[in-house]
């Protein structure tokens, strides 16, 4: 696992020109930290990040771009049922080595947005950028489909399994009252 993880720790002063790429799957495990704990890692519907990105250098700057995606298991908001969630989201970020002054510096620019991220003695770990974008990717409430019939208010039943036959089911035909009507022929 240590070497798996080492394929994400960058320090930037030591990468080529020709900067890294990725074309990999990032088993759940090697992804999850404390920020995790509520999450079932061991559930079948988890599935490895797909992470295709790269870092790429340019005039003292460090590009990291890249889309990433996972299937995360969800318990539903209407029906209760765990479902394989899909995530995705996509990473550009840039990144500059600097020093304590300049990340002074920076941090009266911050307002203005798209400045590059300081780091300090150039050092990236990619499973840190990934781990981050996975939560502002993250919805608190999800549902299992748009059209979800979610769970009867009165017997539980899950509407979308089976029907029940509780009041609200009760649809009054608006030609029923004509059926008792004789015409005369
Ligand atoms: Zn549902
Ligand atoms: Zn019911």
Redesign the pocket.
Known sequence: MKSQEDKFNLVLQSVARTGRQWNVSIPVALLADDSFVDLDVDSALFGDMRWQGQLSAEAGSFMLKGAWQMDVPRQ??????E?AQPMLGDVDVSYEIGSPESQDMKAELELTGDEPEVLENGELNVLDVLREHFWLAWQPLV???ED?K?LCLQCGANK?QKRCDCSGEKKENPFAALKNLKFDA
């Open positions: 539903c908001g209407r029906c209760n049922v479902f549902v299992c489909s979800c979610g979308n």
